[in-house]
């Protein structure tokens, strides 16, 4: 159902309380002075429920299911409930009009009396990609030593390193990948490898900031992922980052990415 098929029931709205009001008049009287205000009554409480109902829906306070059920998703309003410590799901649905070779797509976070929320690219945002051709679609998972998203480095010449697991879920085909700061200047060396999955190990030494990799369809290739630091990287987890990326030859399409912080100590 969606908003514009309920505009039509808004007459009809409208005409229930006359309606009853007239068959009070014209024909409430046989049915006695007590029992003539029953239908009357009925009519305004479904009329009040249903008037509820559409305020709802046109001031997107209630969710509605938009277009067919194959989209398993809401189109939610302005508000959804979260209660402390839980979470809550979306399905985001987009439509391409023409190519795209990467867009990140920001989302408002509003919380009931509060500011929104920052947007922070590679974090709260989302990388989205249309192309005319079927390209490689790599879905990437970082995981830090600690598990908590951070790469810790001891001190301000130390190292550490960071793994990353991949899933190919498009084409097969020759992907450039690449890590940064996300146009942070901090001091810091990258470098990455492919890794064989079963002991981390670089196939071939770790290769300064880029390197490239084959990856097949529903391939897992893994990646390891290098730094040290050249002075202090200040805990700042929506500033400073390093962030992995999939893409064309060219860099010019985005066929993934993912990201962690960094920090000295």
């Known amino acids: 159902m969606t908003i514009e098929a309920l505009l039509p029931l808004l007459p009809l709205l409208l005409i229930l309380p006359m309606a009853g009001f007239l068959f009070t008049a014209l024909v409430g009287r046989r049915l006695g002075k007590q029992a003539h205000w029953v239908p009357v009554g009925v009519i305004f409480i479904v009329w009040i429920i249903a008037m509820v109902a559409v305020f709802n829906v046109l001031t997107g306070s209630a969710p509605l299911i938009e277009g067919s059920e194959d989209l398993h998703g809401y189109v939610v309003g302005p508000w959804t409930w979260i209660p402390a410590g839980g979470f809550q799901t979306f399905v985001m649905a987009f439509t391409a009009t023409a190519a795209m070779a990467g867009a990140d797509v920001k989302f408002a976070y509003v919380c009931g009396g509060q500011p929104t929320a920052v947007s922070l690219l590679g974090i709260n945002t989302f990388r989205l990609t249309f192309d005319v051709n ?80 084959t990856i097949g369809a529903n391939a897992t290739p893994t990646f390891a992922i290098f730094g040290t630091a050249r002075g202090a990287i200040a805990a700042s987890p929506g500033a400073n980052r390093i962030f992995v990326r999939f893409s064309d030859s060219n860099d010019q399409v985005s066929f993934g990415s993912t990201s962690v912080a960094v920090q000295t100590e």
Not at 135 to 161: C, E, F, K, Q, W
């Open 134 to 213: 079927p390209v490689p679609d790599i879905v990437a998972l970082a995981a830090t030593p600690r598990n908590d998203g951070i790469m810790h480095i001891t001190g301000t010449t130390g190292s550490s390193a960071f793994a990353v697991a991949t899933v190919n879920l498009g084409i097969a085909a020759t992907v450039t990948v690449k890590v940064d700061n996300g146009g942070a200047v901090l001091p810091l060396d990258l470098s990455v490898c492919e890794t064989v999955p079963s002991s981390g190990a670089c196939k071939n030494p770790a290769t300064p900031f880029q390197t490239t990799a």
